[in-house]
């Protein structure tokens, strides 16, 4: 099982390749490069440097003691919202603006949703002295303009998607389209484990120090390896990094938990593999959110970084085995969650990551008392704090966010700050 | 018409010139204006058709093509509104559809090459889907004798160009710059490389696409391909008309302009 994807990149009947001609050949280019770059120890050796000396990792595998007696399990959380930048994205945006440098391009883009890929690309660029330029959608520059900020200070170009849904997707529909025009000297930084192949397995074996750190603190904090492993799947980036140390572990169980919106009935949620089909999108087939002539859905989610109507082949792949499984979490459940751990442990996480404890107390439940259960915690909630004062009625959102996004996102198409 | 594209287009090679294709997308600004569009590019001249299927994603495509596609879909267009335009163009001249993969395996690869073949289509020109991903797509077209036409880039290998033309039926896609569709100033000098280079590995005529704006270009792309491909222009034609009869209007005399490039009459 460890051994996916094959050589084409499909883990079982999922992944692949489903992308334009022109992108074919820069795909192997980037495949050859990757692989080499990973089997030169002067490039291991520098990439574990940077994520050591400068994004803070390993993050701490944290015995939240106060939340665990609400969920009643024992709860460790991988503590990625520490990480510079504040979120696991670091780990995939270093792993690739260094092979980018080795590559000799001088330049990158990127998509983003809740713009913590952005701001973690943009951040790479800056340290690595990159060109960079930002896809983000209209809707997400709105509701994540202190983002939208941060990365026009790192020195990248926001550039506001305006076509369809506006979101994630039509970020990432513009970015590769701008890429089959400057791949020459342009390297796309992809923020997810899913697309072409072979961003799904070059993403997973970037973010796989979540899991592979993980693992090592459990065995010394407890002697063993925990029972479960939980994590929060929009793309699925941080949940494939998490799981991939314990795929050949069957004592571990694995858990994604999927943004359920609203929730199936009102029809506005993003949970892919809950309530998905197989399809293809952004070059790659797995499940997807389509209608029944193969048009992609419009994803819902409070979570801008988990609202996305794919999901990563390998996760597709791990719910057909049943190697893990997935569930879907509302937008409600993830809320009390975030409040919860703020409440309980001082800690303020991620609306996306506040999927996957909101999903722990039916884990624990299941799991029993005895049980430990490995969260990754995988981003810290800053950014989320336009979106919770509103849903918690903590603050005069109104005011805030027009100041802020008015400042942010005005110039924001164009030639940038 | 049966028998795909290849009749047509050794007819055009015997007269000694480059045959004219031209794509609109189902559907724009309806169903029913889109079939009037359709036939007002075979009154112009087209040799060949290509229709659209508007698709929620479409990656290869720049702004007018997106735009109308949303169109399209935002009227309510549906797989089986394609096929009747389809039905409508192959009654004069062969016609292919031209779609993103998905909404072929979502409709059921099978099912959906009975109905283009019952609507009396020649195949499908797959932007998205390389031959590597392609073998259920192979099979069935195989079994109804459909058209597979892929696309081959600057960017492709010698050894990606004799694998995906081993792999046409009909006519090789060539796209002529490394970019999405869109009209443009100048037409591509990378594309006569790409054609002598695919020349090199397979004798199936090269339609070359991406571009092509008037008929003057149109002449220039005759000069070495042997189909000028044209679809943004002839949608800005369609697009800047106030109403559908001026739309017409516009893509006939387009056409015809662009028909007039082919035939050496510029």
Same mark, same amino acid.
């Given at each position: 099982?460890?051994?996916?994807?094959?050589?084409?990149?499909?883990?079982?009947?999922?992944? =692949?390749?489903?992308?334009?001609?022109?992108?074919?050949?820069?795909?192997?280019?980037?495949?050859?490069?990757? *692989?080499?770059?990973?089997?030169?120890?002067?490039?291991?050796?520098?990439?574990?440097?940077?994520?050591?000396?400068?994004?803070?990792?390993?993050?701490?595998?944290?015995?939240?003691?106060?939340?665990?007696?609400?969920?009643?399990?024992?709860?460790?959380?991988?503590?990625?919202?520490?990480?510079?930048?504040?979120?696991?994205?670091?780990?995939?945006?270093?792993?690739?603006?260094?092979?980018?440098?080795?590559?000799?391009?001088?330049?990158?883009? %990127?998509?983003?949703?809740?713009?913590?890929?952005?701001?973690?690309?943009?951040?790479?660029?800056?340290?690595?002295?990159?060109?960079?330029?930002?896809?983000?959608?209209?809707?997400?520059?709105?509701?994540?303009?202190?983002?939208?900020?941060?990365?026009?200070?790192?020195?990248?170009?926001?550039?506001?998607?305006?076509?369809?849904?506006?979101?994630?997707?039509?970020?990432?529909?513009?970015?590769?389209?701008?890429?089959?025009?400057?791949?020459?000297?342009?390297?796309?930084?992809? =923020?997810? +484990?899913?697309?072409?192949?072979?961003?799904?397995?070059?993403?997973?074996?970037?973010?796989?120090?979540? =899991?592979?750190?993980?693992?090592?603190?459990?065995?010394?904090?407890?002697?063993?390896?925990?029972?479960?492993?939980?994590?929060?799947?929009?793309?699925?980036?941080?949940?494939?990094?998490?799981?991939?140390?314990?795929?050949?572990?069957?004592?571990?169980?694995?858990?994604?938990?999927?943004?359920?919106?609203?929730?199936?009935?009102?029809?506005?949620? %993003?949970?892919?593999?809950?309530?998905?089909?197989?399809?293809?999108?952004?070059?790659?087939?797995?499940?997807?959110?389509?209608?029944?002539?193969?048009?992609?859905?419009?994803?819902?989610?409070?979570? +801008?970084?988990?609202?996305?109507?794919?999901? =990563?082949?390998?996760? +597709?792949?791990?719910?057909?085995?049943?190697?893990?499984?997935? *569930?879907?979490?509302?937008?409600?459940?993830?809320?009390?969650?975030?409040?919860?751990?703020?409440?309980?442990?001082?800690?303020?996480?991620?609306?996306?990551?506040?999927?996957?404890?909101?999903?722990?107390?039916?884990?624990?439940?299941?799991?029993?008392?005895?049980?430990?259960?490995?969260?990754?915690?995988?981003?810290?909630?800053?950014?989320?704090?336009?979106?919770?004062?509103?849903?918690?009625?903590?603050?005069?959102?109104?005011?805030?966010?027009?100041?802020?996004?008015?400042?942010?996102?005005?110039?924001?198409?164009?030639?940038?700050? | 018409?049966?028998?795909?594209?290849?009749?047509?287009?050794?007819?055009?090679?015997?007269?000694?010139?480059?045959?004219?294709?031209?794509?609109?997308?189902?559907?724009?600004?309806?169903?029913?204006?889109?079939?009037?569009?359709?036939?007002?590019? $075979?009154?112009?001249?087209?040799?060949?058709?290509?229709?659209?299927?508007?698709?929620?994603?479409?990656?290869?495509?720049?702004?007018?093509?997106? /735009?109308?596609?949303?169109?399209?879909?935002?009227?309510? !267009?549906?797989?089986?509104?394609?096929?009747? $335009?389809?039905?409508?163009? /192959?009654?004069?001249?062969?016609?292919?559809?031209?779609?993103?993969?998905?909404?072929?395996?979502?409709?059921?690869?099978?099912?959906?090459?009975?109905?283009?073949?019952?609507?009396?289509?020649?195949?499908?020109?797959?932007?998205?889907?390389?031959?590597?991903?392609?073998?259920?797509?192979?099979?069935?077209?195989?079994?109804?004798?459909?058209?597979?036409?892929?696309?081959?880039?600057?960017?492709?290998?010698?050894?990606?160009?004799?694998?995906?033309? /081993?792999?046409?039926?009909?006519?090789?896609?060539?796209?002529?710059?490394?970019?999405?569709?869109?009209?443009?100033? #100048?037409?591509?000098?990378?594309?006569?490389?790409?054609?002598?280079?695919?020349?090199? $590995? !397979?004798?199936?005529?090269?339609?070359?696409?991406?571009?092509?704006?008037?008929?003057? #270009?149109?002449?220039?792309?005759?000069?070495? /391909?042997?189909?000028?491909?044209?679809?943004?222009?002839?949608?800005?034609?369609?697009?800047?008309?106030?109403?559908?009869?001026?739309?017409?209007?516009?893509? !006939?005399?387009?056409?015809?302009?662009?028909?007039?490039?082919?035939?050496?009459?510029?």
């Amino acid at each position: 099982m460890s051994s996916q994807p094959d050589e084409h990149g499909h883990f079982g009947r999922f992944g =692949g390749r489903f992308m334009p001609e022109a992108l074919i050949a820069p795909l192997d280019e980037l495949e050859q490069a990757w *692989r080499e770059a990973m089997a030169d120890e002067g490039f291991t050796t520098e990439l574990q440097r940077l994520l050591r000396e400068y994004a803070g990792v390993p993050s701490l595998l944290y015995d939240a003691t106060r939340f665990s007696e609400v969920v009643g399990a024992r709860v460790l959380l991988k503590r990625e919202d520490l990480n510079h930048t504040g979120a696991h994205k670091i780990r995939n945006v270093l792993g690739q603006a260094l092979l980018t440098e080795r590559m000799g391009k001088k330049r990158v883009i %990127a998509e983003t949703g809740a713009g913590q890929h952005g701001v973690a690309a943009a951040t790479a660029a800056a340290y690595l002295g990159l060109e960079c330029r930002v896809y983000m959608g209209e809707v997400d520059t709105e509701r994540q303009a202190l983002n939208v900020a941060r990365m026009k200070m790192l020195g990248a170009e926001v550039m506001t998607v305006t076509t369809g849904s506006r979101t994630l997707k039509d970020a990432i529909n513009e970015a590769i389209r701008e890429w089959v025009a400057t791949v020459d000297h342009t390297a796309y930084l992809f =923020g997810t +484990a899913a697309g072409p192949h072979p961003f799904p397995a070059m993403v997973r074996d970037f973010t796989r120090g979540i =899991g592979d750190e993980t693992r090592a603190q459990s065995l010394a904090l407890l002697g063993r390896l925990p029972d479960a492993a939980l994590a929060c799947v929009g793309g699925g980036s941080n949940a494939i990094g998490m799981f991939t140390a314990f795929i050949d572990d069957p004592g571990v169980r694995l858990y994604g938990f999927e943004p359920g919106g609203e929730g199936f009935e009102t029809g506005r949620h %993003a949970a892919t593999i809950t309530a998905g089909q197989i399809g293809v999108l952004h070059g790659t087939r797995s499940y997807l959110l389509q209608d029944d002539d193969g048009q992609t859905v419009e994803s819902h989610s409070i979570s +801008a970084g988990l609202d996305y109507p794919g999901v =990563g082949p390998e996760h +597709a792949w791990l719910a057909e085995t049943g190697r893990a499984t997935y *569930r879907p979490i509302t937008d409600a459940q993830a809320m009390d969650a975030m409040l919860m751990l703020a409440k309980t442990e001082g800690i303020i996480p991620a609306i996306e990551s506040a999927h996957a404890l909101a999903g722990a107390y039916d884990v624990a439940h299941e799991l029993g008392d005895q049980a430990t259960l490995a969260i990754c915690l995988s981003g810290r909630g800053d950014k989320d704090m336009v979106t919770a004062g509103t849903w918690f009625n903590l603050l005069d959102v109104e005011d805030v966010l027009h100041d802020v996004v008015d400042d942010a996102v005005d110039d924001s198409v164009g030639d940038g700050p | 018409m049966t028998g795909g594209v290849s009749p047509t287009l050794a007819q055009t090679r015997s007269e000694g010139r480059a045959a004219l294709i031209g794509y609109l997308p189902a559907g724009f600004p309806s169903v029913d204006v889109s079939i009037d569009l359709v036939r007002a590019m $075979v009154k112009g001249g087209v040799d060949v058709v290509e229709v659209g299927l508007p698709y929620s994603d479409p990656v290869m495509d720049g702004p007018t093509i997106q /735009a109308a596609a949303d169109m399209a879909l935002a009227a309510g !267009t549906r797989i089986d509104d394609v096929f009747r $335009v389809v039905e409508a163009s /192959a009654e004069h001249v062969p016609t292919l559809v031209m779609t993103y993969w998905n909404p072929v395996e979502r409709y059921g690869v099978e099912r959906f090459a009975s109905a283009l073949g019952a609507a009396g289509g020649a195949g499908l020109i797959t932007p998205d889907l390389v031959p590597d991903e392609a073998q259920e797509w192979i099979a069935v077209a195989d079994a109804h004798r459909l058209d597979k036409v892929f696309l081959v880039a600057p960017s492709s290998t010698r050894a990606r160009l004799e694998m995906t033309t /081993a792999h046409c039926r009909g006519f090789v896609y060539a796209t002529a710059v490394m970019g999405v569709t869109g009209a443009r100033e #100048q037409t591509s000098s990378v594309a006569p490389q790409l054609v002598a280079r695919t020349r090199e $590995v !397979t004798d199936l005529p090269i339609g070359v696409g991406l571009g092509v704006s008037n008929g003057r #270009q149109a002449a220039v792309v005759a000069q070495y /391909a042997d189909a000028v491909i044209v679809g943004s222009a002839l949608v800005r034609a369609a697009f800047d008309a106030p109403e559908p009869a001026s739309a017409v209007a516009a893509v !006939t005399d387009l056409t015809h302009d662009l028909a007039r490039g082919v035939h050496g009459e510029l």
